[in-house]
């Protein structure tokens, strides 16, 4: 097929053409693109004696894989580079895709060919990998709604494009509510607290803004200093209710703009998914969502986070208790809120360990935390990463190619700032997936790595390195741990390489796995230099971190529980079309699990994106699913390390990746986690990572 050079979305011989862009290309390439595949898909339709994998499978999953990339590439720049543009032909295009994807997922007669391959004879002799993919999509047309008679399937298609239409809206507002609040502080006395980075960083962009003092946003490298260092409470307090009512009902009366309100968008959401369950033939989206997930019910998932929480509970209630009175003791802060959480906690953490969080950044500069990452996946996984060159999207963006026995296996891209028009958090997504073309050359798998740190700041006239808390350095190596997963897969079949067709709940295995490296004192060795001394991490600094690990455990892990019991029980036993209210029920599951509940402004649902702009609707619980599997594959290496063999145990590291990266999703996770661990998942290592064991 000719390659029109004129619109770098419609050529796939390599990589995206990110400086060729513009929005003006995405509506003829889209448009295309949808009319080549359903050409194909016309083609398959007519009836055959003999389906099979090459002249069925093949040509369907190589005219979807073309558009899958190229509105990858614009659902890319949508979260990254924001523009009034792009997001404009965003949303006109994304209806045509929508309404593409769910009808192929009704189409019948491709159905019934799926049917054909699993029910001839020769489907014993595919391999494991197109045996599940088969599978796969035999499930995946059924809960696309291709059983259902022709009204309804009308109606499942009309409710596939308002719900992708509304997350979409739902994203939009958060993104526009953050970027559009401001802080301008003018006397440096009110920042008493504040570290010099995150100040010089606020003064750098009230100057950009052409303002005077220092300029605060709802970033969270921006308003999280300020919760965490700053004296004055009643900063404290104004960027929490900022942060806490963004995008909602509440946060209508600072912004004055209610279109951002996303209270109407969740309750069509929710309407919405439990209309598509009653036309499957599901009680609640809940189980529909757990179909193609590793838990078996919505009251299994249920049953795990409530043991999670009573485990859990003795110990949040401690940490809270010994909170409240250093607060008020040592603080002078009578009745602790929302807003002194942080602050007091990081207060108590320096007096009980004698170190601040601050002092431990200093240590982290950006680029050797870069080096130390590189280092650890270089020796686990016997890989050499290597700096390359590519087309990107902004000029902080880097390049990076994986290499294996001096043969490209991988490449990522590093956007690692956080900056206007970049949706909040860390992320992987991947631009191309690993598979073998029909001309016989594996096509390999590229990356997306995002995350929203602090950029590189000049202070006192000197540029100085971005310098990462821990709890960023954690960030990085989680979202590398899901790059890894998509990019070290030696799987030849697009539909289960890397991280496509993994359980939902199994997903965040690798990066949480990943994390553990980020406490091991032989890897900080290799990953610190002070910004100014270059000296590594001291031991007896590290020795304090250690000791602080499972600070305030108890309570970040309730945390966890309560917001997937609240992203469980909306989409399990929630009547979107009764009189009881989102909040009503997230006050009812607070009331039960937590030990300190927010304040009544608190909006955190309205910019809860997980669960109602991303994947994670009644799958919030998979971190904490997928963290027991993630502790417990840990401690295969803190079992070597006790044989001598060493925090970055090269040969565990090759089982790891032979048995759980390489995989991918061809075979089932549970499967891959016995084949690792040589036995069922166990919670006895999460919880004693947690410094919970002792819990009955």
Not at 366 to 391: H, M, N
Not at 495 to 523: K, R, T, Y
């Amino acid at each position: 097929m000719s390659i029109d050079t004129s619109n770098p979305l419609l050529d796939f011989s390599g990589l995206p053409r990110f400086d060729a862009f513009r929005p003006e290309h995405v509506t003829p390439a889209i448009e295309q693109l949808i009319q080549e595949a359903t050409e194909v898909v016309a083609r398959l339709e007519a009836p055959s004696d003999n389906v099979s994998w090459d002249n069925f499978v093949v040509p369907l999953e190589e005219a979807t894989e073309r558009l899958g990339r190229a509105w990858g590439i614009v659902n890319h720049l949508n979260h990254v580079a924001d523009t009034p543009e792009l997001r404009a032909t965003y949303n006109e295009n994304q209806p045509k895709l929508t309404e593409f994807w769910t009808t192929l997922g009704q189409n019948e007669l491709l159905f019934a060919k799926y049917k054909a391959i699993r029910a001839n004879p020769d489907y014993v002799n595919l391999s494991p990998a197109r045996k599940r993919i088969v599978e796969n999509a035999l499930r995946d047309f059924r809960l696309g709604g291709a059983e259902l008679p022709s009204d309804k399937k009308e109606r499942f298609a009309a409710i596939q494009e308002q719900h992708a239409a509304i997350s979409t809206r739902f994203s939009e507002n958060v993104l526009d509510a953050t970027n559009d609040y401001k802080l301008i502080v003018e006397n440096e006395a009110e920042l008493a607290g504040i570290p010099e980075d995150a100040k010089a960083a606020a003064q750098a962009a009230a100057v950009a803004a052409g303002k005077t003092g220092y300029q605060f946003t709802l970033h969270f490298p921006s308003y999280f200093p300020v919760l965490q260092f700053a004296d004055n409470r009643q900063l404290r307090e104004t960027i929490y209710r900022a942060s806490a009512t963004k995008a909602s009902d509440m946060g209508a009366v600072f912004s004055e703009l209610e279109k951002w309100d996303n209270s109407s968008n969740i309750a069509q959401l929710l309407k919405l998914r439990d209309e598509e369950a009653k036309l499957l033939d599901y009680r609640n989206f809940a189980e529909v969502s757990l179909v193609p997930k590793m838990a078996e019910s919505p009251e299994h998932v249920i049953s795990f986070l409530e043991d999670l929480a009573r485990r859990a509970r003795p110990f949040a209630e401690k940490d809270l208790a010994e909170l409240r009175a250093f607060a008020k003791d040592e603080l002078g802060i009578e009745d602790m809120q929302a807003w002194d959480l942080s602050y007091a906690s990081e207060k108590l953490r320096e007096k009980r360990y004698a170190f601040s969080a601050q002092e431990v950044k200093e240590y982290f500069p950006e680029p050797k935390v870069i080096e130390g990452l590189f280092k650890v996946v270089q020796t686990l996984f016997s890989v050499a990463i290597k700096p390359d060159t590519a087309p990107v999207w902004h000029p902080d963006v880097r390049f990076y190619r994986i290499e294996r026995d001096g043969q490209l296996i991988g490449q990522f891209y590093f956007d690692l700032y956080a900056r206007a028009g970049k949706g909040q958090g860390a992320w992987m997504d991947d631009a191309r997936g690993r598979r073998m073309t029909t001309g016989g050359i594996v096509q390999t798998p590229v990356a997306y790595l995002t995350c929203n740190f602090t950029p590189p700041a000049t202070v006192d006239g000197e540029l100085q390195p971005s310098l990462f808390t821990h709890d960023e350095v954690t960030t990085l190596f989680h979202e590398f741990g899901h790059g890894l997963h998509h990019m070290l897969t030696e799987v030849e079949e697009l539909s289960v390489s890397g991280i496509s067709g993994v359980e939902w709940d199994a997903v965040e295995l690798p990066s949480q796995f990943m994390e553990n490296f980020c406490w091991e004192w032989d890897v900080l060795q290799g990953m610190t230099a002070h910004f100014k001394t270059g000296e590594p991490l001291p031991r007896a600094l590290y020795d304090k971190m250690l000791a602080a690990k499972n600070f305030q455990s108890g309570m970040q892990t309730l945390r966890q529980v309560e917001f997937s019991l609240i992203d469980m029980h909306l989409h399990y036993d929630f009547d979107p079309n009764s009189q009881q209210s989102v909040q009503q029920l997230i006050d009812d599951v607070r009331s039960k699990f937590s030990v300190m509940i927010p304040p009544s402004f608190n909006r955190f649902q309205h910019s809860f994106g997980h669960i109602f702009a991303g994947g994670y609707a009644a799958g919030y619980y998979s971190y904490k699913w997928a963290e027991v599997l993630s502790a417990d594959a840990y401690a295969a290496f803190e079992e070597a390390i006790e044989a001598g063999g060493g925090e970055l145990s090269a040969e565990t590291g090759r089982r790891f990746q032979r048995e759980i990266l390489a995989v991918g999703g061809s075979r089932p996770a549970l499967e891959s986690f016995k084949a690792f661990r040589g036995r069922e998942p166990s919670i006895d290592a999460l919880l004693r990572h947690n410094g919970m064991n002792s819990a009955a």
